[in-house]
């Protein structure tokens, strides 16, 4: 199963790139895992930054791919339920998973409307 993880942010190189190297080269054992950072559009109002934010995530993910957002408003799972959920997914045939984490004014209706699920990590938003 084909693991990605898609992030919106002005960061894209540095320490937080050199942590995903890091995980990403101890998740090739388990899964094909891969990572996407997408700059947002600078400038814009907060409707239409979700709506630029939306049109780059869509030509990322594929129509094969499950897509689970990593928002605050989502469940609240522990490591092992965690475990669990992904052990169930790979399991069911699922061609690939995708989680994304939104950019500084979280996901436009339409991302929100493709996704098979959101999970929170935390209640807390960086």
Do not use: W
């Amino acid at each position: 199963m084909k693991v990605k993880l898609i992030t919106v942010s002005k960061e894209d190189d540095g320490p937080v790139n050199a942590i995903f190297s890091d995980y990403a080269k101890r998740l090739i054992h388990y899964c094909n895992f891969e990572y996407i950072n997408i700059r947002p559009t600078k400038s814009l109002l907060a409707e239409e930054q979700r709506s630029s934010d939306a049109s780059k995530l869509s030509k990322k993910i594929s129509a094969r791919e499950e897509m689970v957002l990593l928002d605050e408003q989502g469940i609240e799972l522990t490591s092992f339920d965690f475990a669990e959920l992904l052990m169930k997914k790979m399991n069911s045939g699922t061609k690939g998973l995708c989680f994304v984490v939104g950019g500084a004014y979280g996901f436009h209706k339409s991302i929100y409307d493709k996704s098979s699920l959101m999970i929170s990590l935390s209640k807390m938003t960086l």
